[in-house]
């Protein structure tokens, strides 16, 4: 069975500091995981995706996030975090042509202090 | 145009009843998801259809009933609402085997 760990449900950081959230998977099958983000009651976007490829994704609103097989990461980075950046964000795991649902990580909480 | 839309945005409804939820996307996808987000944001896989036809039913109890009309629309039917159905319920939907689901923007089901 799939999984996904968040490791912080709470980040704080500065603005202009760099954001790293944290994301573990656990699969039996080649991944592809995926990052979304929710802001404040809204549904959830698409951050960005590895399926496969380049190991180094980039996505919108200038995060990446890097594929690391042997570490089982997947963990969401941007150099310099915006105020509009604090929001919800979900790190999600899925088969490759498999049952195609996602499993998501608990979330973790991005909090942007001026 | 809004590609996947959801209806109504908040329910607010008496333990008994029974409400439904309704979902639509304008992407053609052949893919439908119904997911649940609890009150600590955790969110679940419930139900997947392709093309009209369930694919994915996870452990949800009887009470919830899927019915897909055609492969643009997804309907959540919810029989004897419990105080433990107060979440946020989403529609998501993606192409069949395709690598991204489009969320649409929740409903807030509350159960008084």
């Known amino acids: 069975a799939q999984s996904v760990t968040q490791l912080g449900s709470h980040v704080s950081v500065s603005e202009g500091a760099l954001v790293l959230l944290r994301c573990n998977y656990s699969s039996s099958v080649p991944p592809y995981l995926f990052w979304y983000v929710q802001y404040p009651n809204q549904g959830l976007q698409l951050l960005l995706k590895?399926?496969?490829?380049?190991?180094l994704v980039k996505g919108i609103n200038g995060f990446e996030a890097e594929f690391k097989k042997s570490e089982t990461s997947f963990h969401l980075t941007k150099p310099s975090a915006h105020m509009s950046d604090a929001a919800e964000y979900f790190c999600a795991v899925s088969d490759q042509g498999g049952s195609e649902k996602l499993v998501f990580g608990k979330g973790t909480k991005l909090t942007v202090n001026p | 145009d809004t590609a996947v839309s959801q209806t109504p945005k908040y329910l607010v409804t008496q333990m008994g009843n029974d409400k439904s939820i309704k979902c639509e996307q304008n992407?053609?996808?052949?893919?439908m998801y119904w997911y649940k987000q609890d009150s600590k944001k955790f969110l679940k896989i419930m139900f997947s259809?392709?093309?009209?036809?369930?694919?994915i039913n996870e452990t949800v109890p009887n009470r919830f009933s899927p019915k897909s009309p055609d492969k643009a629309h997804l309907n959540l039917h919810i029989n004897s609402l419990e105080l433990g159905d107060s979440a946020v319920y989403f529609c998501?939907?993606?192409?069949?085997?395709?690598?991204?689901?489009?969320f649409g923007p929740g409903t807030r089901l509350t159960v008084l």
């Open positions: 992407l053609g996808h052949d893919t």
């Open positions: 590895y399926t496969t490829g380049a190991t």
């Open positions: 998501a939907s993606s192409p069949w085997r395709g690598n991204e689901q489009f």
């Open positions: 259809y392709n093309n009209k036809e369930l694919i």
